[in-house]
Each structure stands twice: as structure tokens, then as C-alpha cells.
């Protein structure tokens, strides 16, 4: 069950590198703007607010992918398995407030908190 949970592990840091590279670096360009359904001039003015939170989703996958290769090196393996918990786990939490805060916006949960889920319920069961 623990390459289950790697698997997902992974997953779920690959698509919060993208969210970083849509908030922070893409951020006001159409695609963003679509992805998030804002227009230009709600992106203008919450640049800065997409920009911090970009680099947030940029700290839990890190933490997510430096727990895998403490896990794929053998030696750390519970550090590395707290690592991928920690990260997922507030991956999970912030998908959670997402569902609270904006219920319309299902998919994008869905997309955020499910593949970290996954992982830790794998890595439990």
C-alpha cells in the first residue's frame, strides 16, 4: 500500500506545482483567468494575494517531494512518510475550506484535496 500511496503522494504535489505556476508565474494571463474564473481586472487586483498563495501551494508539494525521496532512499522512510502526511494533510485542510468558502467551485476541490486524501488513506490502510 505504501507505493499506492507514493503514487498519489505524487500526484497530488505535481498538481500543486501547477496551481503554483498558475497563481505565481501565469497569473493574469487568459489561461489563469480561465482556470479561475476571474476577469482581467479581478486578476489585476488580487495579483498579489494569487501570487502568496501560489507560493504556498509551491511549499506542500515540496514538502510532499522531499518526503518521497526520503521514502525512495530507504533510510528515512518514517521521515519521509511524516513529510508527505504533513503536506497533505493541509492540502486536504485547504480543500476543505475551498468546499466551506466557495461550494460552487467542486471540481476545483476535487482536483486540490483528492489525490492527498488518497494518499493518506493509503497510507493508513
Do not use: D
Amino acid at each position: 500500500m505504501l507505493v499506492m500511496s507514493m503514487v498519489f503522494f505524487a500526484i497530488s504535489a505535481f498538481v500543486h506545482l501547477f496551481i503554483f505556476y498558475l497563481e505565481s508565474i501565469a497569473w493574469r494571463t487568459p489561461k489563469a483567468n480561465k482556470v479561475f474564473r476571474v476577469s482581467q481586472e479581478s486578476a489585476n487586483e488580487q495579483k498579489l494575494f494569487a501570487y502568496n498563495q501560489g507560493f504556498y501551494n509551491l511549499f506542500l508539494a515540496v514538502q510532499v517531494i522531499v518526503g518521497l525521496i526520503l521514502i525512495n532512499q530507504g533510510q528515512f522512510i518514517l521521515m519521509g512518510k511524516t513529510l508527505c502526511l504533513a503536506g497533505s494533510a493541509s492540502m486536504v485542510g485547504a480543500a476543505i475550506v475551498l468546499l466551506t468558502s466557495a461550494p460552487h467551485l467542486k471540481r476545483a476541490v476535487l482536483i486540490q484535496g483528492l489525490a492527498p486524501l488518497l494518499g493518506i488513506l493509503f497510507l493508513f490502510f
